[in-house]
């Protein structure tokens, strides 16, 4: 049986990317989900950081190899 109830706790806010009308924010953030270590978490967060969209959760590992990526990419661009 799965459970629709999970914590989330923003331990350190990295950077806001975008902002949009209604004051929802794009960030990146080192959250922890459900009491386990933190990860890095990029989604939009409500002004409150109550409510969440999806998202994508990284690992250390995971978020080097996109900066990597991401770096290749804009050298060639």
Do not use: C, Y
């Not at 923003?10 to 080192?30: D, L, P, Y």
């Amino acid at each position: 049986m799965v459970s629709d109830v999970f914590t989330a706790n923003i331990e350190k806010h990295i950077g806001t990317i975008s902002r949009s009308g209604n004051g929802w924010a794009m960030e990146v953030n080192m959250v922890s989900w459900n009491g386990k270590p933190a990860t890095i978490d990029i989604r939009e967060w409500d002004p409150s950081h109550e409510r969440m969209s999806r998202g994508v959760k990284l690992t250390d590992e995971e978020a080097r190899k996109l900066l990597e990526i991401l770096q290749e990419h804009f050298r060639e661009g």
